[in-house]
């Protein structure tokens, strides 16, 4: 098995970018979620987990390192995220108060319809949600939804049809013929080295309402999460019974990956 893309997303929730190589350590990938857009109203973590909400931020791109951030527009035209009025200017292309954040602050929340709802009701319907505490699995103050990195591969993707881009993984890992999908379930307690980085599966990745949204140019695809649905139920410890597509990982030992990189597993 070989890395065949790398993915980083500088604000939470909007799209990234792919890049030669990731510098990873304990807190995650660096320049991955390292900015999140944070609810005036109800201060909460803006996340197209919710998409009545915000589905919108799927529109908008971010891409560069820390400290140079930039943020492509809806409609044409960019803007550096540190740039005077950047609050009220994605606020205004939101339609709802925001403020873009650097830190993540303790007990730092989502909001999370069940994607069944979603995918029943449509994705401007007001459904029920839960409140969950983010980065529960990271050290630190980045936006991730859990663990440090998020893995997926093309064995997982073939067999669902769907873009890797819709799944947010950091590792995309192309896996041999015949590899069978889902197999990232089985990852979960079992130490990676990809290029000289040790990693080690945390939890199967739990699949919301986003995958199903339309990235950018990319329609809608219900299909993305109705067939983990329909296939993939597993246990997530402390999470429950949920669909599932892809690894969580926490970083063993600090490093660069690079696209190409072998991957192997203990």
Same mark, same amino acid.
């Given at each position: 098995?070989?890395?065949?893309?790398?993915?980083?997303? =500088?604000?939470?929730?909007?799209?990234?970018?792919?890049?030669?190589?990731?510098?990873?350590?304990?807190?995650?990938?660096?320049?991955?979620?390292?900015?999140?857009?944070?609810?005036?109203?109800?201060?909460?973590?803006?996340?197209?987990?919710?998409?009545?909400?915000?589905?919108?931020?799927?529109?908008?791109?971010?891409?560069?390192?820390?400290?140079?951030?930039?943020?492509?527009?809806?409609?044409?035209?960019?803007?550096?995220?540190?740039?005077?009025?950047?609050?009220?200017?994605?606020?205004?292309?939101?339609?709802? $108060?925001?403020?873009?954040?650097?830190?993540?602050?303790?007990?730092?929340?989502?909001?999370?319809?069940? $994607?069944?709802?979603?995918?029943?009701?449509?994705?401007?319907?007001?459904?029920?949600?839960?409140?969950?505490?983010?980065?529960?699995?990271?050290? *630190?103050?980045?936006?991730?939804?859990?663990?440090?990195?998020?893995?997926?591969?093309?064995?997982?993707?073939?067999?669902?049809?769907?873009?890797?881009?819709?799944?947010?993984? /950091?590792?995309?890992?192309?896996?041999?013929?015949?590899?069978?999908?889902?197999?990232? /379930?089985?990852?979960?307690?079992?130490?990676?080295?990809?290029? *000289?980085?040790?990693?080690?599966?945390?939890? =199967?990745?739990?699949? @919301?309402?986003?995958?199903?949204?339309?990235?950018?140019?990319? $329609?809608? %695809?219900?299909?993305?999460?109705?067939? $983990?649905? %329909?296939?993939?139920?597993?246990?997530? =410890?402390?999470?429950?019974?949920?669909? @599932?597509?892809?690894?969580?990982?926490?970083?063993?030992? %600090? *490093?660069?990956?690079?696209?190409?990189?072998?991957?192997?597993?203990?």
């Amino acid at each position: 098995m070989l890395v065949e893309r790398l993915w980083r997303y =500088p604000v939470k929730s909007m799209l990234g970018e792919t890049v030669d190589s990731l510098v990873v350590d304990e807190f995650g990938a660096e320049g991955d979620r390292r900015l999140a857009l944070v609810d005036a109203v109800t201060g909460r973590v803006a996340t197209a987990k919710h998409p009545r909400l915000w589905r919108g931020l799927l529109r908008f791109a971010a891409s560069g390192d820390p400290g140079g951030v930039r943020i492509e527009l809806p409609g044409g035209g960019s803007v550096a995220a540190d740039e005077r009025g950047i609050d009220e200017l994605l606020s205004e292309l939101l339609g709802r $108060p925001v403020r873009l954040a650097s830190e993540r602050t303790a007990g730092a929340s989502v909001e999370r319809p069940d $994607p069944e709802d979603v995918l029943a009701r449509g994705v401007a319907a007001e459904v029920d949600y839960a409140t969950l505490e983010i980065a529960q699995g990271t050290p *630190g103050s980045s936006f991730v939804d859990y663990a440090p990195l998020h893995l997926i591969t093309t064995a997982t993707l073939d067999h669902i049809g769907a873009e890797a881009v819709r799944y947010r993984p /950091n590792l995309v890992v192309s896996a041999p013929p015949g590899y069978p999908a889902w197999a990232e /379930n089985d990852w979960v307690g079992r130490e990676l080295h990809v290029g *000289g980085v040790r990693l080690r599966g945390l939890l =199967p990745t739990p699949r @919301c309402a986003v995958p199903t949204l339309e990235h950018g140019t990319l $329609p809608r %695809a219900p299909h993305a999460v109705r067939t $983990p649905m %329909a296939e993939n139920r597993v246990e997530v =410890p402390g999470f429950g019974v949920l669909p @599932c597509a892809g690894v969580y990982l926490e970083v063993l030992g %600090a *490093g660069t990956i690079h696209t190409g990189d072998q991957v192997t597993l203990n």
